[in-house]
Nanobody, 118 residues
Framework: QVQLVESGGGLVQPGGSLRLSCAAS????????MSWYRQAPGKERKLVAR????????NYADSVKGRFTISRDNTKNTVLLQMNSLKPEDTAVYYC???????????WGQGAQVTVSS
């Protein structure tokens, strides 16, 4: 059974930091690119960051570039999103996504709430 389980969400003050984790199981993790998406109330789900299957390349949304860092550990089947200098506009549900481009299949986690507020 494929599972992507996010953890590490919560409430943080503006300017603070938070680290999200995504634990993957049920598929060959190292063959999938991993991404974090987020969806704020009333808005569409958008890509935040993506990391290649080997971890050799990353890309970020302009809104988080320089503040967020995506990483992965293929020995632990986990992907992380380190979020620094958080802003209220970062408030959203953050989703972990796994995609295999060759197989054209992807998986989604259930999401983790991140709230940035004073």
């Amino acid at each position: 059974q494929v599972q992507l389980v996010e953890s590490g969400g919560g409430l943080v003050q503006p300017g603070g930091s938070l680290r999200l984790s995504c634990a993957a199981s049920g598929f060959t993790f190292s063959r999938y690119a991993m991404s974090w998406y987020r969806q704020a109330p009333g808005k569409e789900r958008k890509l935040v960051a993506r990391i290649s299957s080997t971890g050799g390349s990353t890309n970020y949304a302009d809104s988080v570039k320089g503040r967020f860092t995506i990483s992965r550990d293929n020995t632990k089947n986990t992907v992380l999103l380190q979020m620094n200098s958080l802003k209220p506009e970062d408030t959203a549900v953050y989703y972990c996504n796994a995609i295999n481009y060759y197989l054209n299949q992807d998986y989604w986690g259930q999401g983790a709430q991140v709230t940035v507020s004073s």
